[in-house]
Structure formats: C-alpha cells, structure tokens
C-alpha cells in the first residue's frame, strides 16, 4: 500500500440524492504527475475537494503514504503534505507577494516562533522572520516572481499570480501538490513555460503532482498516467497517450 | 529610513505618544499648573486610543465585524470599578490598586472576549456583528440591574478617585503598551495569519492556518484591551454608569477604525484622537440653546471626511492637493537642478498627451514615486 503517495479506495461523497463522486479508485507513484479529466461537471474539483478536506466523504478513504487522512480538518490535512491551488485563484489579494509566500511557511518546523515570543520580540522571533524572508524569496526567485516581491498580489499579471498561488502551495513542503487547472486562461506561449515550471517543480521539490486541466495537448505533454472521470465515476485510467485513445472517452468527450 | 534593522517609520507612534506623555508629565509633575479640563481630555483620548487600536486588531486585521466593545469596555470599568474601592480600604488607593484593578478587569474582559468567542468565531459577517451587539446590550443591562450594594445599578458605580495630575500618564503609558503589543502582534508571523484569514478564508485554511485559533486569539486581545480601556474610564470619571455603554458608543469605536482606514493603526490613532477632540470641543463651545447642533454638526464632519476620502469624483482633487505631496513641495524647491536632470532622461516613457511645462515639472516624478510607494507598503 505505502508504494503509492495517494491511494483513494473507493472515495464518494452524495449530497442529497446527487452522488457528485463515487468508486474512485486512484493510485499515485511517487514523483508522478497524474491527470485527473473529465468533461464539465464530472467531479473533478469534487474530488479535489475531498482530498483537502473541504467536503468530508460519505463513502470510501483515502491514504496519503498510507497514513489515513479522511475525516481531518482542512489545515490538519495539509500539514500532513497536501497542498492545492484554486481554480478560480484565491490569493491574499491585500499582502505582499513576499508575504503570500511568508504566510505558506507559517507552519515550517524551521521556524517555530509562539507568539508571545513574538509579543516580547524575543530574538527567535527575529530569527525566524528573517529565515522566512530568505526562503520566501528563495521560492520566489524561482519562479522569477522577486522584483515583483513587495507588489500587492492583486495587481500582478493573471500568469503570475498562477505561479504566486503555486509558489505559496510548495511554501507549505507538500508531498502531494494538487493543481486545479493551472493553464486555463493562459496563452500557448504562458503554458509551454508552465508545462516547463511543473516538471521542473516535481524535480527541484521532490514532489507528486495530481492535476485537472481540459487542455489536451496540455495532458497528453505533462502527464504520465491520467484517469478520466464522467458523471462522478471513473471512466478510463492508465497511460496518458492509451487511455485518450480509449473510445468510452472520446465518447464521453465528443458524444455519440 | 532604515538604521540596521530598526524602522523608523515602524516606531514613530509610540515615539510622538512618548513625547507628548513625557513634556505634558514633566509639566503636570513639576507643579506646572495645567488646566483640569486639558488633563480630562488626554484621559479621554488615550481611552478612544485603546479602544480604536484594540477594535481595528478585529475589524481592520481580522476582517470580522465587532459592534459589541463597548460590552467588552463596560466589564473592565464595573469589574475594576469594584476591586479598587474594595481594595482602596485596604492596600490604599495607590499605585498598587490602580494596577491591582487594570490586571483583573483586562483578565475578566479576556475570559468575556473568549466566551463569546468560541461560538461566535463559527459564525461570519453580519451574524458575528450582532451576537457582539447582542452581548453588549446583555452586559449593559446586567449591570443596570445590580443591587446598590454590589454594582450600584441604575444610579451608577462610584470608583475612587486618583490625582488627575498623574493619572493622563499612566493613560499614555498604556497606550503605548497596547501599541507595543498589537503591532508586535501585527507585525509578526501571526498577525500575518491573521491578515490571511481576512483576505481569503479558504485559501488561508488550505495553506495550513488554523483560522479558529487566530480569530480567537485576536478577538481576545481586542477584547482584553477593551477591558482595559474600561478601567482607565472608570478612574478617569469616578462614576460608571452602565447607560454609558450602549451600542452608541460601540459604534462610535467603529466611526474612529473606519475613518482611520482599515488595517491602518496609525490611522485609527490619529482618527480617534480627532473624534474626541472634535466631540469634546463641540461640547464645551455649543452651550444651552446651541447643544441641539452637537449631534448635527458632528455627523456633517464624519460625512465631509468620508466623503472627501472616497468620493471617485474627487479623486484628482486629492491627487494634486494630498499631504504628502504638499509636504514635499514644501522641503523641496522647484529649481532643483537634479530633478530636472532626471525628468529628461525619461523622455520616451513620457505620454505625449501632457503640455510641455508639465513635462518639466517634477510633478510627474512625484507622481511615480507615489505610486511605487503605494504599490510596496502592505498594510
């Protein structure tokens, strides 16, 4: 069980009457980058959803390197090593870009700090906040966000404040980086640099990336193994390039 | 500016509160005569200040909207108002009771700020303003119907009375520990969870905040120096009386936070320093028939302010006659060859739409400069 990052057994969540996601089975290697697909409305950010916590499952568990994490609090779970973006993105639109970041390392052992130390200024304090800086803009530099630091988020470019949401996500040393979407609403050139800056993520930060993303080229490019969800259940999973041959989904995808 | 490690922009309020405590006390102390209605007004100003300061932690920082801490002020004063006279027989009414008292009513208000905070923190927006509201009013009228004995009731609590000439600086002294706590708060890892909570909820939960811890713990400190703020009225008017407290003055708070700018301390200070002054000069000049204009002429300031502030019709009248910029025309002459220099190095980033006169002025640098500024300072 503890050769996959995630494993989900048969996940599902109903509201009411409406089963939004049931029977999903998903199985992530390490270092994977896995494509999770689907038309409009299949589930997707649902499942998401359910593996940060947000909604809590009515049916099945998932494992996040066999540790069971159903039924945790949202900041509980990403403590464990689950950090996502949004789909719509969901930036702290009145700080820093420095900060944004600042506020993911919030709970890195490496800069423990209570906070009447931090009422009495004791030299730890100090200490940790400027440690924080220094990896902020480490991160930062990264994804060639410094010279935009002390910006306020809400006035960078909408490609930037994709790679700001990213960069705030690995801030918080995931194992598992869920991304919602990251190309949508790029241009061609915008998401070959970002086909680039995942591969380079999944690399530099040891990390397993799952994401959902309707651009095909974008999938077929990036992933190594995807599922294909359609109305809540899996349809198709495997190999990237097979399972977009497989008819149910072109099916599912085209009609017919 | 920058020396080392050490802002200066950072310490500038306590260091302007500092001084003005430090001359007006040497005055006070030294037996310079100064008038009585003078020393009421710092008291009455310091308590606005910690009030203000406190209420922005909750209202500017953590984004949830309080209307109950006049409630929380109202503890403070009864229960302090209490422990000093039973205490004054006893250990004198000196130095030792006064801090005797600010310690238990700052501590009732933080077990008060956290009851209603457990449950209320569940709730969001307009449901937390009126379960604050609720409990303000609930406090109120808990102390208004005390027995004459334990809490004076409707007639009010009598407290004893402390040396005025000393008393405004222990105010300011207090103020200055509200600051010392409250921006050392704000200004450290957890003033910026709390900051992240106001401006997305979600995305501060999926980074790992543990949002009800820091709501509690902001609520709380808020609540704690609203208690204290509550002590300082209770020695400062020698009566409490619970009428006093009412959602009125809840508001008034929230008037001084607003005005001064959301998430902005400085603001607040400056604002509720104002709204006193204002209030107390408006009633001190406006006597017997002119008393209805008070309440009128009050409000048509607030409006003008707000107004002048945020009307987007205005907004190239504020641009041009800004303080900022006066100050600076002001330290800086016009003929400074430096400056010129530098304009027409930037020749081609210059619209063409502007009049050649203008071009030269340094106007546009300024201009530049303003908005880089305003780009770069979070909060």
């Known amino acids: 069980m503890a050769q996959y990052v995630l494993e989900t057994k048969d996940l599902g969540i109903s509201f009411g009457g409406l089963k939004a996601a049931q029977n999903v089975n998903l199985r992530v290697s390490k270092n994977q980058i896995y494509g999770l697909i689907g038309p409009n409305g299949a589930g997707k950010t649902t499942i998401f959803n359910l593996l940060t916590g947000v909604y809590k499952p009515t049916a099945g568990t998932f494992y996040l390197n066999g540790e069971e994490l159903k039924g945790l609090s949202q900041e509980k779970i990403n403590q464990k090593g689950i950090a996502r973006t949004f789909q719509n993105i969901r930036l702290f639109n009145n700080m820093t870009v420095v900060r944004n970041v600042m506020v993911g390392l ?129 349809l198709a999973e495997g190999e990237t390039k097979e399972t977009l041959r497989h008819p149910e989904v072109i099916r599912a995808y085209i009609g017919g | 500016m920058r020396i080392g490690t050490f802002k200066l922009k950072h310490h500038l309020n306590y260091m302007i509160i500092a001084v003005i405590t430090i001359v007006f006390g040497i005055i006070s102390l030294s037996g310079g005569h100064l008038d009585s209605s003078l020393l009421f007004l710092f008291e009455k100003i310091a308590i606005s200040i910690i009030l203000a300061v406190s209420l922005s932690l909750v209202v500017g920082f953590l984004g949830e909207l309080s209307l109950g801490h006049a409630g929380f002020m109202c503890v403070g004063a009864y229960i302090s108002g209490k422990v000093a006279s039973l205490l004054a027989s006893s250990l004198g009414n000196g130095i030792l009771t006064f801090i005797i008292s600010l310690v238990v009513g700052g501590c009732v208000a933080a077990v008060c700020g956290a009851i209603i905070g457990i449950p209320a923190l569940r709730l969001r927006g307009d449901y937390l303003a009126i379960v604050t509201l609720a409990f303000g009013e609930i406090v109120k009228s808990i102390f208004q119907n005390t027995s004459s004995e334990s809490f004076g009731g409707a007639i009010g609590l009598s407290t004893p009375r402390y040396d005025k000439k000393y008393l405004f600086v222990f105010a300011f002294i207090i103020v200055i520990i509200t600051l010392i706590v409250v921006q050392n708060f704000i200004r450290s890892k957890h003033g910026r969870a709390v900051t992240a909570i106001r401006d997305n909820e979600i995305a501060a939960r999926a980074t790992g905040i543990n949002i009800t811890k820091y709501k509690l713990v902001a609520f709380i400190l808020s609540a704690t120096f609203a208690g204290i703020a509550g002590v300082l009225y209770s020695y400062s008017n020698y009566v409490v009386q619970s009428a006093k407290f ?119 640098k300024t201009q530049e400069i303003k908005d880089y500024s305003e780009n770069g300072g979070n909060q």
């Not at chain 1, 919602?180 to 690399?203: C, Q, S, Y």
């Open chain 1, 106 to 234: 919030h709970n890195h052992p490496d800069f423990k700090c209570t906070i009447w130390e931090s009422f009495f200024r004791f030299p730890r304090h100090f200490r940790s906040e400027k440690m924080m800086r220094e990896k902020a803009k480490e991160l930062l530099r990264i994804f060639d966000l410094e010279d935009e630091r002390n910006n306020l988020a809400c006035n960078l470019p909408y490609g930037k404040q994709r790679k700001l949401e990213i960069a705030r996500a690995l801030a918080t040393e995931p194992k598992l980086l869920l991304l919602d979407e990251p190309a949508a609403g790029m241009n061609p050139h915008e998401t070959e640099d970002l086909v680039k800056t995942i591969k380079f993520i999944r690399d530099k930060f040891d990390v397993t990336i799952l994401l959902i993303e309707h651009d095909m080229k974008f999938v077929s490019g990036l992933c190594d193994e995807i599922t294909v969800l359609n109305f809540g259940t899996v």
């Open chain 2, 246 to 364: 009412g959602y009125n003055y809840s508001i008034e708070i929230l008037v001084m936070v607003v005005l001064g700018g959301m998430g902005s301390i400085n603001g607040s200070i400056i604002a509720a320093t104002l709204i006193t002054f204002l209030n107390t000069k408006l009633a001190t000049i406006l006597t017997g028939d002119l008393a209805v204009l008070q309440n009128l002429l009050y409000a048509v300031i607030l409006i003008i302010i707000v107004v002048y502030n945020n009307a987007p019709a205005l907004k190239n009248f504020r641009n041009q006659y800004n303080w900022s910029k006066l100050f600076r025309k002001l330290f800086k002459s016009k003929s400074d060859p430096a400056d010129i220099k530098d304009d027409t190095a930037k020749w081609d980033v210059v619209p063409t739409k502007i009049e050649m006169n203008e071009i030269l002025s340094i106007d546009i």
